[in-house]
T-cell receptor, first 112, second 115 residues
Framework: SQTIHQWPATLVQPVGSPLSLECTVEGTSNPNLYWYRQAAGRGLQLLFYSVGIGQISSEVPQNLSASRPQDRQFILSSKKLLLSDSGFYLC???????????FGAGTRLSVL | QKEVEQDPGPLSVPEGAIVSLNCTYSNSAFQYFMWYRQYSRKGPELLMYTYSSGNKEDGRFTAQVDKSSKYISLFIRDSQPSDSATYLC???????????????FGQGTILTVHP
């Protein structure tokens, strides 16, 4: 069966520090991968998606970037965090039925 | 106008009540209509989905889509305290975006079922 792992679960970072969040998927190959952000009390906002290694599409201009160095690995990064980067970050994958996305447990990021 | 509008609630009901959760959307190209359930501090999990207009039932849950009025509903019968969560509607589709599976999420409705 397929599983998705995200870490860390919680992260507290100072303003201006770098960020690296990792997401890996097991049990499937060539998945579509997604990064979302969820602000408190709000819906999910799609940040990036990837249909293959090295292929990244950005949905909104921002202080973040994404990379996909391996088929089942998706990384969210920032060189310098802003206060506004705080939120709940979720990784998701979709397989053969691209309309069905499955989410990881999320990373709660607090930038102070 | 947002593509997907969902009343954030919060909605509080007694155990056993019938719950109705609703969304409206503006993009007539949406074809699949997902409902996700998200427990506090967890990632969303897919509850059920429908394709185009009509009803779909799964146990105590019924999803309904009316494309003519662009209205999506989720009904929960015999609600339980374990149903307490945030419910997110997420239609998918749209010109140029369907092939990449870009869900458009509603804000989510916070539901509490009290014993």
């Amino acid at each position: 069966s397929q599983t998705i792992h995200q870490w860390p679960a919680t992260l507290v970072q100072p303003v201006g520090s770098p960020l690296s969040l990792e997401c890996t998927v097991e049990g499937t190959s060539n998945p579509n991968l997604y990064w979302y952000r969820q602000a408190a009390g709000r819906g999910l906002q799609l940040l990036f998606y990837s249909v293959g290694i090295g292929q990244i599409s950005s949905e909104v201009p921002q202080n973040l970037s994404a990379s996909r160095p391996q088929d089942r690995q998706f990384i969210l990064s920032s060189k310098k965090l802003l206060l506004s980067d705080s939120g709940f970050y979720l990784c998701a994958w979709a397989g053969t039925s691209i309309n069905i996305q499955y989410f990881g447990a999320g990373t709660r990021l607090s930038v102070l | 106008q947002k593509e997907v509008e969902q009343d954030p609630g919060p909605l509080s009901v007694p155990e056993g009540a019938i719950v109705s959760l609703n969304c409206t959307y503006s993009n007539s190209a949406f074809q699949y209509f997902m409902w996700y359930r998200q427990y506090s501090r967890k990632g969303p999990e897919l509850l059920m989905y429908t394709y185009s207009s009509g009803n779909k039932e799964d146990g105590r849950f019924t999803a309904q889509v009316d494309k003519s009025s662009k209205y999506i509903s989720l009904f929960i019968r015999d609600s339980q305290p374990s149903d307490s969560a945030t419910y997110l509607c997420a239609p998918i589709g749209g010109a140029g975006g369907t092939s990449y599976g870009k869900l458009t999420f509603g804000q989510g409705t916070i539901l509490t079922v009290h014993p």
